[in-house]
């Protein structure tokens, strides 16, 4: 996976080797990122898509995903006292 350095992103793949990261509009660096996928051997990319797995199911199991919905829902009372 090839990602910009804006939003989450790199929050969510920081030190993995899940994902390629790249600064925001630098074609350069983008290029240079897709010729390295290219050119990784079999067992590189192999770790790659295994992180990626990994990485995607430790943010999407069902207990993330809950904790995350109960702390969205606990901000409801702070955004309803907002004039």
């Known amino acids: 996976m090839i990602a910009t350095l ?10 993995s080797l899940a994902c390629r990261l790249v600064p925001p509009r630098d074609a350069g660096a983008l290029a240079a990122a897709m010729v390295s996928a290219m050119k990784e051997s079999d067992d590189e ?8 797995r990994a990485r995607f199911e430790s ?6 995903v809950v904790e995350s919905l109960r702390q969205l829902v606990g ?3 702070i955004f309803s006292r907002i004039p």
């Open 6 to 15: 804006v939003g989450s992103i790199p929050e969510m793949f920081c030190g």
């Open 75 to 77: 901000l409801i009372p």
């Open 59 to 64: 943010l999407s199991s069902p207990e993330t």
């Open 45 to 52: 990319h192999n770790r790659r898509c295994e992180a990626a």
